[in-house]
């Protein structure tokens, strides 16, 4: 398949149109996306208008950016000004921001082409897609099977090579589980890297915005891209930003790199999974590197603390969502509060509905010290397991899932679905960036593995993800089923 | 005022416990949390954007401007500002709330402590102020809410900087509340922070009352009373609800926890919810913002730049200017009328008479004008220098009377509309004389009382020569001539 950085050059070498490359892009969307529905809204016009655009400034010589022509599928809880963004919810299902997220713009202002926004679990709650409010989508390696969530439109679209760049985003592993599924890169950035400003909210305190990428290349590129302080967001830090791409290497010499000692016991008993993060585990010490055990004690209470806050702040977050400025209104008589409750009744699926009663009671009088509290200070604590263990290892290596991806309807209990997200909790509850990047198949399944940086050490992580990426080449050792099938159209022709 | 029943309620062996909380809309260029203009009056929704609408996705930025009005309010009332404060969401369910839920400052206030003093001498202790938003307004369609079949809202608001300040329950009657708001609303408008206009809402004040016996250290149930419009409903409001506690406690009913309305036109408070239905709040901390800190330096340079304030004004208008003290509070209730008197004082150096004149003709001919000391097209130059002619005794007392309402409507050079109007004094014995003569031969009744012993007739004599010299006759040469006269 071709990378954003190869289209980026081409375009920029005057070998390929940013015209021609979003056609390609367009086409194949035409072609696998009825088999995965990983897109809600496609935007050809806008994607031509825009490719047209970059193209005539490469004619004038200009230097559109980083990502110059190349195609960028965006979550659908991303604000695009004039293009529908539903969050994949019937409460917003005709909403059109008036403007654009930070990180929209920013893509845009280094020469992206956004083709489309891409389907997710409502609200950014749920590990398959499924919770989307209109359709769940498919996993290109088997299309039985869930892409992952909550990101998991972006994640199918990547994986079965319709854009080589989409944006998701990570609360609790809503980018590195879907990664991981799909066989992408999938970054999760530290809290406060890139800007939220025009990112629907799910629970403020942990989401992050991040790239999930053909390669790990593409990563560095676009996480260099949407980086950085934006003033319209305060929880945004004002820490340079480096040039990622420069610090991607290709041995591990001296990279002390720490397994975690209870993600190690809690994948033992499943053969399959510990000796394929065994072997990945294995090619990082081939490329040099020395692993060292290291222990998340309050990694156990994950969950329970993420499950605390999480719907916490959501239960506030979505409670702007009432029928009286923009979404969806049920209005059939009675006053006000009828309709809040109306609205709010037919506009949120059953999980955005259970998890706002699950914040509503942590948050309310009496409950809020027992929950609220004590989940924020286990939060304080893992950092604090995170803080220590970093000072034995540079990096953090461990599972970015238990499972290879599962079949449709697999997950009915919400318990089993939210344990999806065991390994990655714990690094979003810290705020440090985690990533997952491809580490081979179990039954030609795809699983991820995770790598995990102190705050602010994106740099760092991506350097050993892109050694281990060079030294393993999972993806381009099968293509997914979707490709296979798809042979002869559009981009995928050419990979 | 207050009437008879609840004067009757004071006397009695119970004691008032009043506290206030005032709420202030700070006077910043834009909104608490977005670029937004902050203006009142404008088209409905037309100072919105994303963040203050609550838009999906927006986030809010904290207006720094606002964190150092609120400070320097805390420092001219002698407030802890607190080095770390953060601001809290507090979730409720309503349309003019674009969020359905308010930032505000929960348990971490930007100031504790602190108090107002009245002119009375007394200190009313502040228990803290905090920083919050205020919301949109709904307009309903109907008369009520109840006969309305749409409600319309105005965003405008939404977002403005507001400023709680939250009294301890230190007051202890309708008198003193108004006399705490006097004071509360002179310093805001010395400090600049805010337009404290009670009709347009910059200012609001809901008052919590209760009624304990005379000398008991504790505090009974009271009662919260909303939707004050003025310091006059404040005062009128507490005092009906004195009354109204006290006869309930005197015939032996309990008083109920409530949150009662002023209704302004029948004079009476009316139940609007009880505390069975009080919100839970789910107070957490606001995750888009990060914790608010206040550098010691900051501080102390936002000290220096606080102004004199109105206490301090009073105090140097009586014991260095010399004026009274009744005068003295006159004209330091706010930052305008004081700054006004201190210009007249400085340019006729004579800051008793500017005293005089804006305690007394001036404020007779603003009101009569129907307008503001700001308003007035009269500069205090010209005020001095009409003051300096009464002195000089180019003019007379009564005619600058005149002169000064003709200032205060259209401004002008005083000398002009002196010699415009021929109000020039004189002290010309034989203009004098005339004026005299016509003086005694319309009133030949009072010249016979004088001439048989009533020394109160001269009085009225002189009156009438001034009469009908318009105020121009020199009024000493013009006692002189009567005598003679009439000698």
Known sequence: ?495 | MINEEIGAAQRAEFETVIGLEVHVELLTRSKMFCGCRNEFGSPPNTNVCPVCLGMPGSLPVVNRRAVEFLCKTGLALGCDVAPFSKFDRKNYFYPDMPKNYQISQYDMPLTHGGAIALPSGKRVGLTRIHLEEDTGKNIHGGATIAQSQYTLVDYNRAGVPLMEIVSEPEISSPEEAEAYLAELKAVLSYLGVSDVKMHEGSLRCDANVSIRPAGSGELGTKTEVKNLNSFRSVGRAIGYEIARMRESAQAGERIVQETRGWDEARGVTLSMRSKEFAHDYRYFPDPDLVPLTIDSALLERWRTELPELPSAKRERYISTLGLSAYDAELLAADRASAEYFEAVAEFSKSPKEAANWLAGDVRRSLQKHGIELTDTPMKPGQLAALIAMVKEGAVSGKAAKEVCDVLVAGGGDPKAIVAERGLAQTSDASAIGAFVDQAIAANAESVAAYRGGKEKAFEFLVGQVMRVSRGKANVDVARALLKARLG
């Open chain 1, 1 to 495: 398949m071709t990378a954003g950085h190869e289209i980026r050059d081409a375009v920029l070498r005057h070998e390929r149109s940013a015209l021609e490359i979003a056609d390609e892009a367009l086409a194949r969307i035409a072609a696998v996306d009825p088999k995965l529905n990983a897109f809600v809204t496609v935007t050809p016009e806008r994607a031509r208008a825009r490719a047209r655009e970059i193209d005539a400034a490469v004619a004038r010589g200009d230097n559109p950016g980083l990502l110059a022509g190349v195609p960028v599928a965006v979550k659908d809880l991303f604000c695009t000004a004039g293009v529908r963004t539903t969050c994949g919810s019937k409460i917003l299902e005709n909403f059109i921001p008036p403007y654009s997220a930070t990180v929209v713009e920013r893509l845009e202002a280094h020469g992206a082409v956004i083709v489309g926004k891409t389907n997710m679990d409502e609200f950014a709650m749920g590990s398959s897609c499924e919770n989307s409010a209109f359709f769940p989508t498919r996993n290109p390696w088997d299309p039985s099977r869930v892409p992952g969530g909550s990101s998991g439109g972006s994640a199918s679209a990547v994986g079965a090579r319709c854009v080589p760049v989409a944006l998701g985003t990570d609360t609790g592993g809503s980018i590195r589980e879907p990664a991981s599924f799909c066989n992408v890169v999938g970054v999760k950035p530290t809290y406060g890297r890139v800007s939220r400003y025009g990112m629907i909210a799910f629970a403020s305190s942990l989401d992050q915005a991040g790239p999930m990428t053909a390669d790990v290349r593409d990563a560095a590129d676009v996480l260099e891209a949407i980086a950085g302080h934006d003033p319209m967001d305060a929880t945004s830090v004002d820490v340079p930003v480096p040039h990622y791409a420069s610090a991607l290497r290709d041995n591990l010499s001296g990279v002390r790199v720490g397994i975690v000692e209870e993600f190690e016991h809690s994948i033992a008993g499943d053969a399959a999974l510990a000796q394929l993060y065994a072997g990945a585990y294995g090619t990082l010490r081939e490329l040099g590197a020395s692993p060292v055990s290291v222990c998340l004690p309050h990694a156990r209470y994950g969950l329970a603390t993420y499950y605390l806050i999480a719907p916490a702040e959501c239960s506030s977050n979505l409670a702007r969502y009432d029928g009286v400025r923009y979404g969806l209104r049920v209005a059939d008589g009675g006053d006000v509060y009828a309709m809040f409750e109306k609205t709010r009744a037919a506009g949120f699926g059953a999980e955005v509905k259970r998890r706002i009663i699950l914040g509503t009671y942590a948050l309310s009088s009496g409950y809020y010290d027992a929950y609220y509290v004590r989940a924020q200070k286990i939060r304080t604590l893992m950092k604090a397991d995170f803080d220590a263990a970093f000072t034995r290892c540079d990096v953090i290596a461990c599972p970015a899932v238990s499972c290879p991806p599962f079949e449709l309807g697999a997950k009915a209990d919400p318990v089993s679905m939210y344990l999806m997200d065991y390994f990655t909790i714990p690094m979003s509850l810290a705020g440090i960036p985690a990533m997952s990047v491809p580490a081979g198949y179990i039954n030609g399944l795809p699983v991820g593995l995770q790598i995990a940086a102190p705050a602010f050490e994106e740099a760092r992580m991506l350097g050993v993800a892109h050694a281990f990426e060079r030294a393993t080449n999972v993806v381009r050792q099968r293509q997914p089923v979707v490709a296979a099938d798809a042979q002869g159209t559009g981009a995928g022709s050419r990979a």
